[in-house]
Protein backbone atom coordinates (compact mmCIF):
# COMPACT_ATOMS: atom_id res chain seq x y z
CA UNK A 1 0.00 0.00 0.00
CA UNK A 2 1.06 3.17 -0.83
CA UNK A 3 0.32 5.61 1.47
CA UNK A 4 -0.54 9.27 0.14
CA UNK A 5 1.02 11.91 2.27
CA UNK A 6 -0.51 15.33 1.50
CA UNK A 7 2.36 17.88 2.78
CA UNK A 8 0.48 21.18 3.24
CA UNK A 9 2.39 24.28 2.69
CA UNK A 10 2.83 26.19 5.86
CA UNK A 11 2.51 29.91 4.57
CA UNK A 12 2.73 32.94 7.01
CA UNK A 13 0.69 35.98 6.82
CA UNK A 14 3.70 38.30 6.53
CA UNK A 15 1.00 41.14 5.69
CA UNK A 16 -1.45 40.30 8.76
CA UNK A 17 1.33 39.79 10.89
CA UNK A 18 2.53 43.61 10.38
CA UNK A 19 -1.05 44.99 11.36
CA UNK A 20 -0.98 42.99 14.48
CA UNK A 21 2.85 44.14 15.50
CA UNK A 22 1.65 47.71 14.58
CA UNK A 23 -1.61 47.20 16.27
CA UNK A 24 0.44 46.63 19.46
CA UNK A 25 3.41 49.07 18.82
CA UNK A 26 0.33 51.92 19.13
CA UNK A 27 -1.31 50.22 22.21
CA UNK A 28 1.62 50.11 23.97
CA UNK A 29 2.93 53.94 23.22
CA UNK A 30 -0.81 55.07 23.71
CA UNK A 31 -0.86 53.28 27.23
CA UNK A 32 2.48 54.11 28.20
CA UNK A 33 1.51 57.83 27.74
CA UNK A 34 -1.03 57.65 30.49
CA UNK A 35 -1.89 60.89 32.78
CA UNK A 36 1.16 61.72 35.04
CA UNK A 37 -1.58 62.72 37.80
CA UNK A 38 -3.06 58.96 37.66
CA UNK A 39 0.47 57.60 38.16
CA UNK A 40 1.08 59.55 41.49
CA UNK A 41 -2.49 58.94 42.33
CA UNK A 42 -3.40 62.41 42.39
CA UNK A 43 -7.25 62.89 42.73
CA UNK A 44 -7.69 66.41 41.01
CA UNK A 45 -10.37 68.73 41.83
CA UNK A 46 -13.34 68.45 39.58
CA UNK A 47 -14.73 71.14 37.69
CA UNK A 48 -17.84 71.59 35.34
CA UNK A 49 -15.91 73.89 32.57
CA UNK A 50 -12.28 73.83 32.20
CA UNK A 51 -9.98 75.86 29.57
CA UNK A 52 -7.44 73.79 27.33
CA UNK A 53 -4.52 75.04 27.19
CA UNK A 54 -1.42 74.04 25.43
CA UNK A 55 1.86 72.05 27.05
CA UNK A 56 4.15 74.17 24.95
CA UNK A 57 7.13 75.58 27.49
CA UNK A 58 5.47 74.25 30.45
CA UNK A 59 6.64 73.06 33.40
CA UNK A 60 4.82 70.41 35.85
CA UNK A 61 4.30 70.79 39.59
CA UNK A 62 1.99 68.00 41.41
CA UNK A 63 1.31 68.60 45.32
CA UNK A 64 0.47 65.45 47.17
CA UNK A 65 -2.36 65.41 49.71
CA UNK A 66 0.00 65.29 52.37
CA UNK A 67 2.05 68.42 50.76
CA UNK A 68 5.03 66.89 49.21
CA UNK A 69 5.63 68.31 46.21
CA UNK A 70 7.21 66.30 43.15
CA UNK A 71 8.79 68.01 40.26
CA UNK A 72 10.67 66.07 37.55
CA UNK A 73 8.83 62.44 39.12
CA UNK A 74 11.10 63.14 42.07
CA UNK A 75 10.33 64.69 45.16
CA UNK A 76 11.47 68.44 45.78
CA UNK A 77 11.27 71.01 48.15
CA UNK A 78 10.44 74.48 47.65
CA UNK A 79 13.83 75.78 47.45
CA UNK A 80 14.31 73.48 45.01
CA UNK A 81 11.57 73.94 43.17
CA UNK A 82 13.04 78.07 43.49
CA UNK A 83 16.41 76.99 41.83
CA UNK A 84 14.99 75.39 38.97
CA UNK A 85 11.87 77.72 38.03
CA UNK A 86 14.66 81.18 38.91
CA UNK A 87 16.17 81.21 35.21
CA UNK A 88 12.85 79.88 33.66
CA UNK A 89 10.64 83.32 33.20
CA UNK A 90 14.26 84.44 31.64
CA UNK A 91 14.73 82.03 28.95
CA UNK A 92 11.09 82.15 28.28
CA UNK A 93 8.39 84.85 28.03
CA UNK A 94 5.50 82.35 27.84
CA UNK A 95 6.84 79.65 30.43
CA UNK A 96 3.96 78.38 32.11
CA UNK A 97 3.45 76.03 35.29
CA UNK A 98 0.86 73.66 35.60
CA UNK A 99 -0.52 73.16 39.14
CA UNK A 100 -1.36 69.66 39.85
CA UNK A 101 -2.69 69.66 43.51
CA UNK A 102 -4.75 67.08 44.97
CA UNK A 103 -8.04 68.29 45.85
CA UNK A 104 -7.31 67.47 49.21
CA UNK A 105 -4.30 69.63 49.09
CA UNK A 106 -3.98 71.86 52.15
CA UNK A 107 -4.17 75.11 50.57
CA UNK A 108 -1.06 76.81 52.54
CA UNK A 109 0.97 74.10 50.37
CA UNK A 110 -0.76 75.91 46.91
CA UNK A 111 0.41 79.31 48.66
CA UNK A 112 3.26 78.01 48.71
CA UNK A 113 4.30 77.24 45.43
CA UNK A 114 2.49 80.27 43.96
CA UNK A 115 4.74 82.64 46.46
CA UNK A 116 7.78 80.19 44.70
CA UNK A 117 6.73 81.31 41.14
CA UNK A 118 5.89 84.84 41.96
CA UNK A 119 9.73 85.12 43.26
CA UNK A 120 10.78 83.49 39.90
CA UNK A 121 9.11 85.95 38.01
CA UNK A 122 6.81 83.07 36.68
CA UNK A 123 3.21 84.64 35.77
CA UNK A 124 1.44 82.06 33.89
CA UNK A 125 0.21 79.36 35.65
CA UNK A 126 -2.78 76.45 35.56
CA UNK A 127 -4.38 75.10 38.31
CA UNK A 128 -4.65 71.32 37.10
CA UNK A 129 -8.24 70.23 36.89
CA UNK A 130 -10.84 67.65 35.57
CA UNK A 131 -13.83 67.94 34.16
CA UNK A 132 -16.99 66.55 35.87
CA UNK A 133 -18.83 63.80 34.09
CA UNK A 134 -21.98 61.48 34.80
CA UNK A 135 -20.02 59.71 36.52
CA UNK A 136 -18.55 62.01 38.80
CA UNK A 137 -20.99 63.11 41.45
CA UNK A 138 -21.37 66.87 41.85
CA UNK A 139 -19.33 68.14 44.26
CA UNK A 140 -20.89 68.47 47.74
CA UNK A 141 -22.37 72.26 48.82
CA UNK A 142 -19.60 74.36 50.51
CA UNK B 1 19.95 36.78 -25.92
CA UNK B 2 19.95 37.63 -22.35
CA UNK B 3 15.85 38.23 -21.31
CA UNK B 4 15.22 40.23 -18.46
CA UNK B 5 12.87 38.34 -16.02
CA UNK B 6 10.18 41.10 -14.11
CA UNK B 7 8.64 40.37 -11.29
CA UNK B 8 5.16 41.26 -11.22
CA UNK B 9 5.32 43.91 -7.56
CA UNK B 10 2.19 43.99 -6.20
CA UNK B 11 1.49 46.44 -3.65
CA UNK B 12 -0.34 45.22 -0.52
CA UNK B 13 -3.49 48.19 -0.92
CA UNK B 14 -5.45 46.41 1.51
CA UNK B 15 -2.99 46.46 4.50
CA UNK B 16 -1.22 49.81 3.06
CA UNK B 17 -4.74 51.48 4.00
CA UNK B 18 -4.88 49.37 7.51
CA UNK B 19 -1.73 50.77 8.30
CA UNK B 20 -2.21 54.54 6.84
CA UNK B 21 -6.02 54.63 9.38
CA UNK B 22 -3.88 52.94 12.44
CA UNK B 23 -1.24 55.82 11.82
CA UNK B 24 -4.10 58.24 12.07
CA UNK B 25 -5.80 57.03 15.01
CA UNK B 26 -2.41 57.13 16.55
CA UNK B 27 -1.79 61.02 15.52
CA UNK B 28 -5.30 61.83 16.47
CA UNK B 29 -5.02 60.01 20.35
CA UNK B 30 -1.77 61.46 21.03
CA UNK B 31 -2.85 64.74 20.29
CA UNK B 32 -4.73 64.64 23.18
CA UNK B 33 -1.84 64.52 25.16
CA UNK B 34 -0.64 67.99 23.72
CA UNK B 35 -3.13 69.79 26.26
CA UNK B 36 -4.55 69.95 29.79
CA UNK B 37 -7.24 71.31 31.06
CA UNK B 38 -7.79 73.76 33.95
CA UNK B 39 -8.14 77.08 35.48
CA UNK B 40 -5.94 79.62 34.06
CA UNK B 41 -4.28 81.98 36.50
CA UNK B 42 -2.27 85.18 35.60
CA UNK B 43 0.04 86.39 38.84
CA UNK B 44 0.89 89.76 39.35
CA UNK B 45 4.62 91.26 39.76
CA UNK B 46 5.93 91.16 42.96
CA UNK B 47 6.78 94.73 42.32
CA UNK B 48 3.13 95.62 40.42
CA UNK B 49 1.61 98.75 42.31
CA UNK B 50 -1.69 97.91 44.32
CA UNK B 51 -4.87 97.88 42.58
CA UNK B 52 -7.04 100.41 44.03
CA UNK B 53 -10.54 99.63 43.60
CA UNK B 54 -13.82 101.07 45.05
CA UNK B 55 -14.84 99.18 48.24
CA UNK B 56 -18.09 98.37 46.87
CA UNK B 57 -16.91 96.67 43.62
CA UNK B 58 -15.17 94.26 46.04
CA UNK B 59 -17.09 91.06 47.29
CA UNK B 60 -15.26 89.74 50.46
CA UNK B 61 -15.68 85.84 50.88
CA UNK B 62 -13.99 83.18 53.24
CA UNK B 63 -13.28 79.62 53.06
CA UNK B 64 -12.75 77.81 57.03
CA UNK B 65 -10.57 74.86 57.27
CA UNK B 66 -13.57 72.76 56.68
CA UNK B 67 -14.53 74.30 53.32
CA UNK B 68 -17.18 75.68 54.13
CA UNK B 69 -17.91 79.28 52.30
CA UNK B 70 -18.49 82.37 54.71
CA UNK B 71 -20.21 85.91 53.28
CA UNK B 72 -19.23 88.65 55.08
CA UNK B 73 -19.26 86.11 58.23
CA UNK B 74 -22.44 84.21 57.50
CA UNK B 75 -22.77 81.19 55.70
CA UNK B 76 -23.88 80.91 52.32
CA UNK B 77 -24.02 78.15 49.29
CA UNK B 78 -21.91 78.19 46.16
CA UNK B 79 -25.05 79.45 44.35
CA UNK B 80 -26.07 81.00 46.95
CA UNK B 81 -23.53 83.90 46.39
CA UNK B 82 -25.48 86.93 45.19
CA UNK B 83 -23.39 89.48 43.21
CA UNK B 84 -25.14 92.93 42.78
CA UNK B 85 -22.13 95.33 41.27
CA UNK B 86 -18.67 93.30 42.11
CA UNK B 87 -16.33 93.02 39.64
CA UNK B 88 -13.47 91.73 41.81
CA UNK B 89 -13.02 89.13 45.11
CA UNK B 90 -11.37 88.93 48.19
CA UNK B 91 -11.47 84.94 49.63
CA UNK B 92 -9.50 84.97 52.53
CA UNK B 93 -8.78 80.90 52.61
CA UNK B 94 -7.88 78.73 56.01
CA UNK B 95 -4.19 77.43 55.14
CA UNK B 96 -5.99 73.94 56.38
CA UNK B 97 -9.08 74.17 53.92
CA UNK B 98 -8.67 71.57 50.97
CA UNK B 99 -7.62 72.99 47.68
CA UNK B 100 -11.37 71.97 46.02
CA UNK B 101 -12.95 74.24 47.81
CA UNK B 102 -10.93 76.77 46.38
CA UNK B 103 -10.93 75.53 42.82
CA UNK B 104 -14.91 75.13 42.92
CA UNK B 105 -15.05 78.56 44.03
CA UNK B 106 -12.41 80.00 41.50
CA UNK B 107 -14.98 78.63 39.09
CA UNK B 108 -18.01 79.94 40.63
CA UNK B 109 -16.85 83.68 40.34
CA UNK B 110 -15.63 82.88 37.05
CA UNK B 111 -19.08 82.08 35.31
CA UNK B 112 -19.63 85.42 37.27
CA UNK B 113 -17.41 86.77 34.99
CA UNK B 114 -15.52 88.43 38.23
CA UNK B 115 -11.99 87.03 37.01
CA UNK B 116 -9.94 89.55 39.52
CA UNK B 117 -9.22 87.22 42.71
CA UNK B 118 -7.01 88.39 45.64
CA UNK B 119 -6.26 85.61 47.77
CA UNK B 120 -4.99 85.89 51.57
CA UNK B 121 -4.42 83.00 53.79
CA UNK B 122 -6.96 83.75 56.99
CA UNK B 123 -4.42 82.97 59.35
CA UNK B 124 -1.51 85.22 59.29
CA UNK B 125 1.97 83.92 59.60
CA UNK B 126 5.34 85.03 59.14
CA UNK B 127 5.57 83.58 55.91
CA UNK B 128 1.92 84.57 54.58
CA UNK B 129 2.50 88.65 56.40
CA UNK B 130 1.87 90.17 52.73
CA UNK B 131 -1.40 90.24 51.17
CA UNK B 132 -1.77 88.22 47.63
CA UNK B 133 -3.28 89.37 44.63
CA UNK B 134 -3.86 86.85 41.46
CA UNK B 135 -5.33 88.01 38.82
CA UNK B 136 -7.84 84.86 37.22
CA UNK B 137 -7.96 85.43 33.32
CA UNK B 138 -10.34 83.71 31.05
CA UNK B 139 -9.55 83.32 27.54
CA UNK B 140 -10.23 87.18 25.40
CA UNK B 141 -10.19 88.74 28.94
CA UNK B 142 -7.36 90.86 29.87
CA UNK B 143 -6.79 91.69 33.81
Given amino acids: MISLRRRRKIDIPVVAMADIAFLLLIFLMVTSMSSPAKSKQLQLPLVQRAEKVKMKKSQDIFIAKDGSYYYDNKQASLDLLEERFSGLSE ?22 VLRMLQ ?21 ESL | MIKSRRRNAAIPMASMSDIAFLLIIFFITS ?12 LPKRDAAPVVMPASSILTLALDSKGALTKNGKPVSLSGIDLQKESAAIIRVDPACPYKYLVALIEALQQHDITKISVKPLVLSFNHAEDR ?6 EGKTT
Fill in chain 2, 133 to 138: YYAFRQ
Fill in chain 1, 119 to 139: DCRIQRCVFVTKKRDNGNPPR
Fill in chain 1, 91 to 112: ASRNAIVFIHGDEDTPYRFIDG
Fill in chain 2, 31 to 42: MSFLYRQGLKLS
